[in-house]
């Protein structure tokens, strides 16, 4: 994870080589690539670089941002990128949730000696499934270009547990500027799915992360999650997930 680190110019931009995977974990950043791309960058947004295309991304001037980087390549990418998983024209996934995605890659490398023999090889295929989730979230969310700005707004406010806790989604719609009746129709005409239900399984999402990664309790996850106590939090889990939250942590962290 890096703080704080200088950005690239747009107008000297920069030949990595390699595939990278950016998470904006904190701050407001901007991505411009040589074919034209130019996104604005927020929390729960990832850049994907792809090798030998000129590009430049950093936060804008007098923010903080914070960043979670990882360099990769291999013939298993080049494989994605020539069947259309990884696309150039569609470099930034909008996610919505950093704490979610956050947890997720950190996990990649973590709770295991990098020394033991099998710690490469188990440590790509998390990077390969964090991955694929992030690009099956961003376009089954239709977090592509052109997609109305209200709606990535949405997105991002029902997926992020803020400072506070997680907004409702009468508190989203005003902060859209809409009616909630004519934001949850518009929503679910958009989506396929209502605000209350897009933002339970982002919520669920967060806590499978939050128990994968194994720093809370499950009590902590059902406060944090605003569950009146753990009986209804593992009632909703259970009804989302398909197993209780402690089965769920003893099939992904064998205890």
């Known amino acids: 994870m890096l703080s704080n680190v200088a950005g690239i110019d747009p107008n000297a931009m920069r030949v990595l080589g390699s595939y990278a995977l950016i998470l904006m974990v904190a701050g407001e950043g901007y991505y411009r690539d040589a074919t ?12 994907v ?3 030998d295309l000129a590009h430049a991304y950093g936060p804008k001037p007098g923010t903080d941002w914070t960043q979670i ?6 013939a298993q990418f080049d494989l994605w990128r020539d069947s259309g998983l990884l696309r150039p024209e569609d470099p930034v996934l909008r996610l919505g949730s950093a704490d979610y995605w956050q947890q997720r890659l950190l996990a990649v490398v973590k709770g295991e000696p990098l020394a033991a023999a099998g710690a490469p090889l188990r440590s790509l295929g998390r990077f390969l499934e964090v991955l694929a989730e992030m690009l099956a979230t961003h376009r089954e ?5 052109g997609r109305d ?16 806790g997680w907004l409702t989604s009468h508190d ?23 605000p209350g239900v897009y933002q339970k399984r982002r919520r669920l999402d967060w806590a499978c992360a939050a128990i994968y990664h194994g720093e809370h ?3 902590q996850i059902a406060d944090e999650l605003g569950f009146c106590d753990v009986f209804h939090f593992s ?15 003893r099939r992904v962290r064998g205890h």
């Open 49 to 51: 670089v792809f090798p």
């Open 69 to 74: 980087y990882y360099v990769f390549t291999g």
């Open 172 to 194: 989203v719609a005003r902060a859209v500027g809409l009616s909630y009746e004519n934001f949850r129709k518009r929503f679910a005409q958009t989506s396929g799915e209502s």
């Open 235 to 249: 009632k909703a889990f259970k009804q989302g997930v398909g197993t209780t939250p402690s089965e769920y942590r």
């Open 141 to 145: 969310s239709g977090r592509e270009p």
């Open 36 to 47: 034209g791309n130019i996104s604005d960058l927020r929390p729960g947004d990832a850049v």
């Open 217 to 219: 309790s499950i009590k």
């Open 149 to 164: 700005s209200w709606y990535e707004k949405s997105l991002r406010l029902l997926g992020h547990r803020g400072a506070s």
